[in-house]
């Protein structure tokens, strides 16, 4: 199922939060959104997994607008992983990725056989298995995030949305969380703030800045000093990856910046 944002534009009182961002998402491919913090980025990703209703322009899934779609019917579509995405009851973690099937269930009818065995497979992909019968309130901030990834999954969707996946993961679980992403062969939108992590997952990458879409293209095209410097403020030189080849950052303070907590 592919994915595209037409001219999305989203206001709050006086202040245009995106503006006109026109991005497309092929079926099966990582897109990632990358951008300075207030650039509009979680913004944008909420119009897809429909937190939010644009003030102007659509959202397309395979051409179909987005807006038009009951909710049933676009949550068996689209999953996503929010920054706001924890809970406040002591569910225990089977129970919370066992909520991941609500799109497609009828009733109260209980989860069968097959759909057991999606959760069971679920948490075993994001290492959370051991975990199933704590109460999600008693674990740690990565091991939630996990929990939700795994939720996620359980839903079976054709597009997954994920809000800065990486958020509380070490690097062990940040590599085995964006494996899983790139291998999972459907189409993905995320935000990250690791340009190198970006670098590595993503197929194309569109980088915001005050609510606009500045550059868009693969990280190789994108992820350039000079636009680095432009949209981030920092200087950075550009190297290869020795074993992939993929695009990677290393950064120095701009020496004419001035320093946090001076005038």
């Known amino acids: 199922m592919d994915l595209r944002m037409d001219g999305l534009s989203v206001s709050v009182g006086d202040a245009e939060l ?20 207030g650039s509009g980025k979680s913004t944008a990703l909420r119009c ?13 899934l395979d051409g179909r607008d987005l807006g038009g779609l009951r909710p049933r019917e676009s949550a068996r579509s689209v999953a996503a992983l929010t920054q706001e995405g924890g809970s406040d009851l002591d569910f225990t973690v089977a129970e919370i990725v ?10 109260n009818r209980p989860l069968d056989a097959r759909e057991r065995e999606l959760c069971r497979s679920a948490m075993e992909r994001v290492d959370v298995a051991h975990l ?12 939630r995030q996990r929990v939700l990834v795994a939720r996620c999954l359980v839903q079976e969707p054709r597009v ?16 085995g969380l964006l494996s899983l992403v790139r291998s999972a062969g459907i189409t993905v939108l995320l935000v990250l703030h690791d340009l190198n992590l970006a670098a590595a ?19 190789r095209e994108v992820l350039v000093p000079e636009l680095i410097e432009r949209v981030f ?8 990856h020795p074993l992939t080849g993929d695009p990677q950052l290393l950064y120095t303070l701009n020496p004419d910046a001035p320093e946090e907590g001076t005038t």
Request: a positive charge; proline letters at 7%; charged letters at 20%.
């Open 18 to 37: 995106v503006r006109e961002l026109s991005l497309e998402v092929p079926k099966g491919r990582v897109v990632g959104l990358v951008g300075p913090n």
């Open 48 to 60: 897809v997994y429909r937190a939010l209703r644009p003030s102007r322009g659509t959202v397309w």
């Open 98 to 107: 066992a909520l991941g099937r609500t799109p497609h269930a009828r009733g």
């Open 132 to 143: 199933a019968d704590r109460g999600v309130l008693s674990l740690s901030g990565g091991e």
């Open 160 to 175: 997954l949305v994920l809000d800065e996946p990486t958020n509380h993961l070490d690097v062990r679980h940040q590599i």
């Open 201 to 219: 997952v993503c197929d194309r990458i569109g980088v915001l800045s005050e609510g606009r879409l500045v550059a868009s293209g693969t990280p």
């Open 233 to 240: 403020g920092v200087a950075a030189t550009v190297v290869p």
